[in-house]
């Protein structure tokens, strides 16, 4: 019950993320610095604190995927940011979680994964509800929206290129995997702001935007993973995957209820299909996975 309860905490923050971010007056690639450079500090002091080590052979061993997934989470954060920009935080987020269709589609090619039947129809049901929302949950001030949606999309494909990655890096712990990862992305994200936006707008930050920023990096992305790797590593994969959906949940509350953001019902039903059809997917997948521990299939 305390893994369910620290994995839901987890999701939670993790939902809020578009909320803290629409009052950070910096740019999304200013955010995403903060946001891994803060978060990566506080996971830093975790490790200290319960007296785990960095492997320097693993970290060498692993050095090109790590590199790579250093690069997706940034770009992921950059444009997820962005997305929040431009949108609602529901559209935001439902073009965020395109992410593991695009993961079902690039694995048979990747993963040499086989393509099942059931996949296949939950891919179609998810392109059918992206359209929905697309062609009818956009209203006439819809230039703006479908720029946001776009950049959800854009960011859900460097979540997938960054799980399909992580597919590949062997023997290391999950915090410590997220802590050079964050680590990679501060370092990769330090260049790319300073040439295309320079540093002004952080020397010029304003007072309201300090506790938010500091929410973000410390909270959302510390806290948050902290909580995510605590409450995970006590649950099946089915759990996880049934619990993940929290997030979606309160981030769309978030956006109607708070932010009275509004949606349409085409949208919604557009959202549901492709909310709906990801998590038959990754509960069929789960299903299959833990049959095949037990031996009853081969």
């Known amino acids: 019950m305390k893994s369910k309860i620290l994995f839901i905490l987890s999701m939670i923050i993790f939902g809020t993320i578009g909320l803290v971010v629409r009052y950070i007056d910096l740019t999304a690639s200013e955010r995403a610095l903060f946001s891994s450079f803060l978060g990566c500090l506080f996971l830093l002091i975790i490790l200290v604190i319960t007296k785990k080590k960095l492997s320097w052979s693993l970290m060498k061993a692993n050095a090109l995927c790590l590199f790579i997934s250093g690069i997706a989470l940034g770009g992921n954060w ?6 929040y920009d431009h949108t609602t935080i529901a559209n935001a987020t439902i073009g965020y979680y395109f992410a593991p269709v695009f993961v079902m589609i690039l694995s048979p090619f990747i993963l040499r994964e086989k393509l099942s039947r059931k996949k296949f129809i939950c891919i179609a049901v998810a392109i059918i509800g992206m359209f929905l929302i697309i062609g009818k949950g956009i209203s006439t001030s819809a230039a703006d929206d479908l720029l946001g949606l ?3 999309v854009i960011a859900a494909v460097f979540y997938a290129a960054l799980l399909l990655v992580n597919k590949f890096i062997k023997n290391m712990g999950r915090l410590e995997l ?17 040439l ?20 973000l990096g410390i909270i959302n992305t510390g806290i948050g993973f902290w909580l995510f790797f605590a409450g995970m590593e006590k649950l099946s994969g089915q759990s996880i995957a049934m619990l993940s959906y929290v997030d979606p949940f309160v981030a769309i509350i978030i956006s109607a209820i708070i932010l009275q953001e509004q949606m349409t019902i085409i949208q919604v039903i557009g959202g549901g299909l492709l ?3 990801t998590f038959v997917s990754e509960a069929k997948f789960i299903g ?4 095949r521990e037990k031996g009853l299939l081969r």
């Open 78 to 83: 950059i444009f997820l940011y962005q997305s």
């Open 150 to 152: 776009f950049f959800g």
């Open 275 to 277: 909310l709906g059809s």
């Open 178 to 194: 997220t802590i050079i990862q964050l680590g990679i992305t501060t370092f990769m994200l330090m260049p790319y702001v300073f």
């Open 288 to 291: 299959v996975f833990k049959r």
């Open 196 to 215: 295309t936006e320079g540093f002004n707008n952080i020397l010029k930050i304003t007072g309201s935007s300090i506790p938010f920023i500091l929410m």
